[in-house]
């Protein structure tokens, strides 16, 4: 038996990975377009490894992914810069407003479907810029403000650094965030 420690409550899983064994595993399916893997904590080391979610992220992500659609971006998932962290990675990191993260209720993602580890040209200026994250962020930004939305949460843009491209953050925590990255 693959050793992994389940607990799960209403619309709530929280995962402790503690073989390799589990590598396979990792590509469960959690939604149409979403599997297990991309929301690991990204702690640096082996395992164990963590991963504590709710239900609703990846159906708001299931939504961004349908509103992508509609909009003439046809993806076959998010990349999920960062997804759970421990309160331990999430501190280190120095992230006040993303403590989201350690409730597994948010997301750091960017559209990359012309896979090249950077956000695609959404906004299709020829250019990949802060801009696409804000054209993402706009996307997002809509959906929250539709009558009854499914999923409220907060929403936050970031250009590129060193380290990363530019990306959105997204969160279920049900009411409205915004903020400038
Ligand atoms: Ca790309
Ligand atoms: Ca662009
Ligand atoms: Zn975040």
């Known amino acids: 038996m693959p ?3 389940v607990y799960a409550g209403y619309g709530f899983m929280m995962l402790v990975i503690t073989t390799e064994f589990w590598l396979r595993d990792l590509r469960t399916k959690l939604s149409a377009h979403f ?5 690991l904590c990204k702690q640096p080391g082996g395992f164990p490894k963590y991963v504590v979610l709710q ?6 992500l299931e939504s961004v992914v349908e509103a992508l659609d509609r909009a003439g971006h046809d993806v076959d998932t998010l990349e999920i810069m960062s997804g759970y962290r421990t309160p331990f990675y ?3 990191l120095g992230n006040v407003h993303d403590s989201q993260h350690t409730a597994g209720t948010a997301a750091d993602i960017f559209v990359d479907d012309k896979i090249d580890g950077r956000m695609d040209d959404l906004d299709r200026d020829g250019l990949v810029t802060r801009d696409d994250a804000i054209w993402l962020f706009k996307l997002v930004d809509r959906m929250d403000h539709m009558p009854a939305p ?3 949460g ?3 843009d970031y250009g590129a650094t060193g380290a ?3 990306f ?7 009411r409205l965030a915004r903020w400038r990255g």
Request: glycine fraction near 16%; charged fraction near 25%.
């Open 168 to 174: 959105v953050h997204v969160d279920v925590r049900g």
């Open 55 to 60: 239900e609703a992220l990846p159906l708001k």
């Open 90 to 92: 999430n501190e280190g």
């Open 35 to 39: 599997e297990l893997r991309q929301f």
């Open 3 to 5: 050793e992994a420690s």
């Open 154 to 156: 907060g929403l936050g």
């Open 164 to 166: 990363h491209g530019p």
């Open 150 to 152: 499914l999923f409220p």
